[in-house]
Every structure is written in C-alpha cells, then in structure tokens.
C-alpha cells in the first residue's frame, strides 16, 4: 500500500523545492517513490485567477487524480494534498455572507476533505522562513500568504490531524522528513 506524504503550507515557502528533493533524496536510498505537485498552480497558470469557490472542486480533481496516478510507488510525495481545496475554498469566502450555493460546496469540500485526510500517512507543515517573493502565478501578497498559512494551520489544529513543522533549509527539511518517517535504506531493504 502507498504510503502518501503531504508537504503543506502556503504560497512560495518552499514546498515544491523540498518535494524535488525529498523524491531525488529517496530515489538515491533505494525507495519506490512518485511525487505529485500542487495541480492549482497549474490551474491558475492555464484559467487564472480562481473567482468562485466551485473551481476548488476542479482542483480537487485535478489533485486527486495526480495523486491517483502514484498508486503504483511505495512512496507519493506531493506539495499539496486534496483536503487543501476545502481550506482555500473556506479562505475565499472569509466572513463575507454566504449564499446557500457557497454552504452547500463549502460542506461538500469539507466532506471530501475530512474522507481524504486519513489517506495521508505523514503529513508535513513548512513555515515561510524564506521571505516571500511574488510569482507570476499566484495573487497572494505577503501579508495575505501568511493568512493561508494560519487556514492551513488553523484547519490540521481544528481537525486533530497529527502533522510535524520542519524548518531549515531545502536539504535539512529533506533529511528531517526521512528521519521523522523513520526510514533508511537498510530498514527498507532488509523489510
């Protein structure tokens, strides 16, 4: 069974940096890993602005079926997870009034995000150390990329979900991933 690791937090802290090179750091042990990156970018880069909440539902699919696609490594890595539409879904609508149509998506994102969240085995939050720069891609100032991060985090607190902050540079967050996953070659092999 794949065993699915989510790398969390907000614009341009470093996520998709660190799942290059968790996934190159875990190829060169031996491991049978995929990796799946955060496909709103992508979204975002084709569409551009998301505008309602309902495309949070096409980026809830657009993930799950890139993180269906790794079903065949022992190992998936991504950048995102498919509970994260939820919280940007919930974000969005801030506490502006909300149509019966907005409740009724916010409650179905909820119910894919709470039947998703088990499937995750790790699951890893990375605090914006780095400054933030913008892209030409997302909408999120700095001061509004720190508001994702509390969503992010105010949700795995809300919801219990066990998670680990790692800090560091790209390689030390890499290695203390490996390590809090408990996983070496020799382990892995002689399993």
Known sequence: MTKRI???GGPRCGKTTLIQQLYVDMKIMGFSVGCATEYSTEYLRD???I???AEQ???YLGQALREEQLNCYDYAITDYATFVPYIYGRFMLGSKKRSEK?????KDLYCLAIKDLPKYEYIFYVPREFGYEQDEVRWQDEEMAKKVDDAILSFL???NVPYKIIK???KERSKKIIEEMGINYLVEKEA
């Open 47 to 49: 569409k551009g602005m």
């Open 102 to 106: 907005e409740i009724e998506i916010l």
């Open 157 to 159: 607190d809300a919801e």
């Open 168 to 170: 560091g540079n790209t």
């Open 6 to 8: 989510a790398i969390l």
């Open 57 to 59: 539902y096409g980026i």
């Open 51 to 53: 505008e309602s909440i």
